[in-house]
């Protein structure tokens, strides 16, 4: 199905998300979408698929114009989107959520819906269950399913909006494999990132977007540094990894052992010092989650000690923790890290220590003003954080932390940004490192271990490699640890 968007507008409120866009598609092309993050990539999207209703302009599909009023018109038009977190039930079998959207829903017949899903999967080589609950899957397997789902809806165009955050490398083969399959069989792929080294490898052609302006198309073969000054009006460059200098030992960990009711992770020891940054490598679910949730305070150890800054803390509560200077930066910035339906100024009043019975609210203006230009968050002291760019929600988490700190641990500090808010994310943790903060981070991009760790753990199904020099390692070897080969035979930290 060729699909044509023709002078889309979209504001909301004082910002004009997406400014005369006009954009051609023909069937069977994987068309990338590329820029940075705030540049109108995700809205154009959901106006394609009725999610949002673009202020003006038209759509037109196969060269008819059509007005779509929502997702369930999307699709009965042949328009479907698979989103950055899936719009699954995790509660309910595989099945169950594929049959779900289909006119008759769950009435429909099961025998019939299930030949039709394994034809479907065998078709892409998926290997899914359909009797296995959703919230068993990973996030790879879940988008193979709302992908097989949007087929059987009978989606001719599919839109996916950063559809490789937050999987492994193994699951994004998969996933590019069954785009190119797609694509092959007629059907009109739209690609969304922010990731070059995604949309070159798989798009035959991309578009990219900066301040809600397409600024201009490209084709094979593509040069990095020509899409890098579209996105950003200007060369990137990325700042060299510096060794962490000798310090005293901030976080000491003797035998530690945590587990919940999928896995173990047992006899951990490590020692860190300040201002050193260990990254913890592995699959979504291998142990690094529940390892540094331990450390935290968050999850109770089953065994061994902790001591921060020379101090037992065993089995103390997070805000135990946070007292003696460490702090944790979830990845679920909204749901866990920031209160949705409250602005940066009640924010920065909330993170501060309290002193008397009322609020002073004009220093909390001055103090969100002070700290939104500190950190360049692109918003104001009444912007709800909700709606801020990912970026910019990770940039306030950060403004939010108190100083000083012994300790600051991060659940995917970069997904889902962009290549400028990386590079400024990871120069304020190197100023916290500066300080003598140290860091455990976890991350599923391997290029982001190497660049920033000084040492890395790598966790496969709960166990953990000794601690590795990040300049020693390269992704390929780093990739096999991640995949469970070639691990050393004995011993666990040093």
């Known amino acids: 199905m060729d699909v044509t968007l023709h002078d889309i507008h979209k504001t909301f409120g004082r910002v004009h998300a997406n400014v005369g866009i006009t954009l051609h598609v ?3 092309t994987i068309q990338g979408i590329l820029g940075e993050n705030g540049a109108g990539k995700s809205t154009l999207m959901k106006i394609l698929s009725g999610f949002i209703r673009a202020d003006r302009g038209e759509i037109r599909l196969d060269g008819r114009p059509v007005v779509i009023h929502s997702p369930s018109d999307a699709i009965r038009h042949g328009v479907g989107m698979l989103h950055q977190d899936p719009l699954d039930f995790p509660p309910m079998r595989v099945l169950d959520n594929f049959i779900l959207g289909r006119h008759g829903g769950l009435s429909l017949g099961r025998a019939a819906a299930r030949r039709d899903f394994r034809q479907l999967a065998e078709q892409f080589g998926f290997a899914l269950d359909p009797e296995a609950y959703v919230d068993a899957l990973t996030v790879g397997e879940r988008q193979q399913l709302e992908i097989l789902r949007l087929l059987w809806l009978g989606a001719r165009v599919l839109i996916f909006d950063e559809p490789t955050t937050g ?6 083969e998969k996933l590019f494999a069954a785009l190119r399959l797609l694509a092959e069989q007629g059907r009109t792929v739209l690609f969304v990132s922010h990731k070059l080294e995604d949309v070159e490898g798989l798009c035959h052609k991309i578009a990219v977007l900066r301040q809600g302006q397409l600024v201009g198309e490209v084709r094979p073969p593509y040069k990095t540094a020509l899409l890098v000054e579209m996105m950003f009006g200007k060369n990137i460059v990325t700042g060299e990894r510096a060794p962490a200098e000798p310090r005293e030992v901030t976080l000491h960990l003797d035998s530690l052992s945590a587990e919940d009711n999928r896995l173990a992770v047992r006899n951990v020891s490590l020692s860190v010092r300040g201002g050193e940054v260990i ?3 592995g699959m979504e679910g291998s142990g690094q989650g529940l390892f540094m949730r331990a450390i935290c305070g968050l999850t109770r150890p089953t065994g061994g000690r902790i001591r921060v800054g020379g101090r037992d803390l065993t089995g103390r ?8 200077g460490v702090a944790f930066l979830p990845a679920a910035r909204l749901e866990e890290g920031l209160v949705p339906g409250l602005n940066l100024t009640e924010h920065f009043v909330l993170a501060e220590e309290q002193r008397g019975f009322f609020v002073n609210w004009e220093a909390g203006r001055a103090l969100a003003r002070q700290r ?4 360049n968050i692109r918003g104001a002291p009444e912007t709800t954080v909700e709606s801020l760019s990912g970026g910019n929600q990770q940039r306030a988490l950060l403004a939010l932390l108190r100083l000083p700190l012994t300790l600051l641990l991060l659940e995917h500090p970069t997904r889902g940004l962009d290549i400028e808010s990386t590079i400024y994310i990871w120069s304020k943790l190197r100023e ?5 903060t140290s860091i455990l981070f976890i991350s599923s991009d391997l290029e982001e271990i190497l660049q920033y760790s000084d040492r890395v753990l790598v966790f496969f199904s709960g166990r953990v490699t000794p601690p590795l020099e990040a300049a020693a390692l390269t992704s390929d070897r780093l990739g096999e640890l991640i995949g469970g080969k070639g691990w050393p035979e004995k011993g666990r930290e040093r």
């Open 26 to 28: 023909p069937a069977g």
């Open 167 to 172: 999987i492994s490398a193994a699951q994004k």
């Open 279 to 281: 990254g913890l490598a």
């Open 317 to 324: 509560s997070y805000l135990s923790f946070k007292r003696h």
């Open 372 to 375: 939104i230009g500190d950190f």
């Open 432 to 436: 916290r490192c500066a300080q003598g």
